[in-house]
């Protein structure tokens, strides 16, 4: 047996000791700032009657789905309230949109960048990879240690753990737009920033918005290991009933996981798609993006359709 052992553990350790020493006070800023916007998600979810979002969530399925989607979204959600799994299913929606929302600002911007440099790509690729292999308990061991117990490490490492998809998607998205296209557009004379907002975005943007559905879905399924670390909310349950053997609490909170996530799933698919509110909002964003024929440029830039 070879005695020579590489201290990778150690030297991690030390490097973390060193950041939490002489730049903790960065972190504890970082913790007020998430906890603060989760707070506010949360008494915006919290405060209204269950009956008052359960008549916003059925009316956006109803826009965006039809009948069939509204009516059986309000009876999952009273389900929930049956259960009396509302305030923890509030409490984890809360914590998904947030983490969701950090996500999906980070993850659009470094798949640009990904998609028109191969620099940039042949940098985030591995550190996707690693991101997405490495196991999540993993992330919250400096999490926990960074930005103590709580909602916010739970925050953190559901944001470390559904970045990649958005990034990966929006990269593919864009390089997957037809060359013919983007070489029209530059013997237009645009410039690379027109082409981009008028050409490559509005062309993959069923592609991106499938990258924000996945970012939303890989949120969700770390609602329970964000319950390990004090998230509370359905993860603190079904964390409880696992410490206890109570199957009648781990039922009643994996049922109103599932719920959340066939909803959001519907709901957020509905972006890609032509038809129903939200088909009628990516259209709008295509719309806004594609060049105008009143536009003040000198020369027009083909639609991208």
């Known amino acids: 047996m070879n005695d020579v052992r590489i201290p990778l553990g150690t030297v991690a350790e030390d490097i973390l000791d060193f950041v939490i020493t002489h730049v903790g006070f960065i972190f504890s800023a970082l913790r007020e700032f998430f906890l603060a916007i989760y707070s506010a998600v949360d008494f915006v979810l919290s405060s209204p009657p269950f009956w008052v979002i359960i008549a916003v969530v059925a009316l956006l399925g109803l826009l965006a789905r039809g009948w069939v989607f509204a009516g059986g979204t309000a009876v999952a959600l009273l389900l929930i309230v049956g259960v009396d799994q509302w305030a923890n299913a509030m ?23 990904a998609a028109r440099s191969n620099v940039v790509s042949s940098i985030v690729r591995p550190v996707l990879d690693f991101m997405q292999t490495t196991p999540a308990f993993v992330y919250l ?33 864009i390089r997957g737009v037809d060359s013919e296209v983007v070489e029209a557009g530059q013997a237009f004379g645009a410039s690379q920033w027109r082409i981009l907002r008028q050409i490559q975005l509005p062309l993959a943007l069923p592609t991106i918005m499938a990258g924000v559905n996945q970012v939303i879905m890989l949120s969700l399924s770390m609602v329970v290991i964000a319950g390990m ?23 009643e909170a994996g049922v109103s996981v599932v719920i959340l996530a066939i909803v959001l ?8 798609q032509k038809r129903g509110l939200f088909g009628g909002v990516s259209a709008w964003v295509r719309s806004r993006l594609a060049p105008s024929r009143k536009s003040d440029d000198a020369r027009p830039v083909p639609n991208a359709g």
Do not use: C, H, K
């Open 91 to 113: 409490d984890s929606l809360s914590l998904i949109l947030v983490a969701s929302a950090i996500a999906i600002i980070l993850s659009i911007p470094l798949g640009i960048a």
């Open 141 to 173: 061991i400096p999490a926990l240690l960074l930005f103590r117990v709580g909602v916010v490490p739970g925050i953190i490492a559901t944001v470390i753990f559904a970045l990649a998809p958005g990034v990966r998607l929006t990269e593919l998205g």
């Open 229 to 251: 670390v004090g998230a509370g909310g359905l993860g603190g349950d079904v964390v409880a009933s696992l410490n206890r053997i109570d199957i009648a609490l781990g039922v």
């Open 265 to 272: 799933d519907r709901l957020t698919a509905s972006f890609g």
